[in-house]
């Protein structure tokens, strides 16, 4: 399994030394990054283009919300917040997980298995090809259909339909 790199963005200290704490302790999580501001996280998420960016929303300058609106290089991301007014929202933003504060140890290793379980999923570049792929078949002219009549099926041209 790919080690997945992670940047924290969190304005409380506390939580932010335990998401490092936590981050650290997973074989499969490199933590590359830190912010305790809006501004701060929109940068480096940015520069650094962690696979994963825990997100808190309530932040000086900028909230965790207008981060993600603002990316340019979109990790996968699971909010840490204490408010759970903004989880609509925040799932509107493609997030991956919400993290409710205070949460627990295994709450944070149950997200962290979501994002290993999603990597089996195709991303986004590969549904947006299957489906242009699928949309040019539609589009594709139907020459002949096949018909049942008195248990045997015959194909029929469709340029031989006058009525259906």
Do not use: C
């Amino acid at each position: 399994m790919k080690i997945k790199t992670v940047f924290i963005a969190e304005d409380e200290p506390l939580a932010r030394e335990t998401l490092r704490d936590w981050v650290t302790a997973h074989s499969q999580l490199a933590l590359i990054g830190e912010a305790a501001d809006g501004a701060s996280a929109l940068q480096g998420i940015n520069t650094l283009k962690p696979d994963i960016a825990l997100m808190d929303i309530q932040m000086p300058e900028m909230t965790g919300l207008e981060v993600v609106k603002r990316l340019t290089h979109l990790p996968d991301i699971v909010f840490t917040t204490a408010y759970d007014q903004y989880a609509v929202t925040a799932f509107e933003l493609n997030a991956m997980d919400y993290l409710l504060k205070p949460f627990s140890r295994e709450r944070f290793d149950t997200a962290v298995a979501r994002l290993f379980e999603s990597e089996a999923k195709p991303s986004s570049d590969e549904l947006q090809q299957t489906l242009a792929l699928t949309a040019s078949r539609e589009q594709a002219q139907l020459t002949r259909v096949l018909v049942r009549d008195r248990g045997r099926i015959f194909p029929i041209s469709t340029d031989e339909i006058e009525y259906l």
